[in-house]
């Protein structure tokens, strides 16, 4: 059994200048100010449209990531429905192959203290799962059917795609916990990605404030 961390990366060479100028360009076509675009005009244009609420033209730029985390997080990150998901499947990924290593990888919860019982038990019945996983298939069983077994720490695969506008609504609410204080493991995933987002795009995210939280580990 592999203990992994959670991460995310984005999928290929965004291009954060352009898709703020898609977004400025669809704005001044509502208003026939096309005439008032400059190298730089996107910033204040994309600002602006922030700080009056203007949401609507944010839906016109798509943004993927690819996040590696629990199968738990996941669950709750498919809950936006307005955007594109492409999910690795325990249906038809047989982790007793050599491109797995044979072996399950799980997320480690940052929450348990490696020297604590907490994570002595979560590790034993992880482990306990990926031996039951394994013996399932070892006699016939299929992956499909064997993996109703496995733990909800199994580490899976995600791409998103969203548009910024919905993006925003993702971090308010697990990031910066809109509607309640976010659980922790996925804090430990979106505010990380959240300044990586106000790194690439400031005008469109720098706003928003995560919530602070420090890993145990």
Not at 23 to 32: D, L, N, Q, S, T
Not at 46 to 63: C, K, S, Y
Not at 185 to 196: G, H
Request: contains cysteine; hydrophobic residues 40%; aromatic residues 12%.
């Amino acid at each position: 059994m592999r203990i992994v961390k959670p991460g995310f990366e984005f999928l290929g060479d965004v291009d954060g200048i352009a898709l703020m100028k898609n977004i400025e360009r669809a704005k001044r076509v509502c208003y026939k100010s096309e005439d008032k675009i400059t190298e730089y005009s996107y910033k204040d244009a994309v600002r602006d449209l922030i700080a009056r609420g203007h949401d609507a033209m944010l839906e016109h730029g798509g943004i993927s990531v690819i996040v590696t985390a629990d199968r738990a997080v996941l669950n709750e990150i498919v809950r936006h429905r307005i955007a594109s998901y492409a999910q690795s499947s325990t249906r038809y990924c047989n982790f007793s192959k050599d491109k797995f290593g044979n072996e399950i990888s799980v997320i480690e919860p940052f929450f348990f203290p490696q020297e604590s019982m907490a994570y002595y038990y979560w590790y034993e019945a992880c482990k306990a799962a990926e031996d039951a996983y394994m013996e399932l298939l070892s006699i016939g069983r299929s992956p499909e059917e064997a993996r109703s077994v496995l733990p909800l720490s199994l580490a899976s695969e995600i791409v998103i795609t969203m548009n910024p506008r919905e993006w925003r609504h993702f971090f308010k609410l697990r990031a910066c916990g809109a509607s309640g204080k976010p659980h922790p493991q996925m804090l430990e995933i979106a505010v990380p990605m959240l300044k990586a987002f106000q790194e690439k795009w400031p005008e469109l995210f720098d706003d928003l404030e995560g919530i602070e939280f420090e890993a145990k580990n």
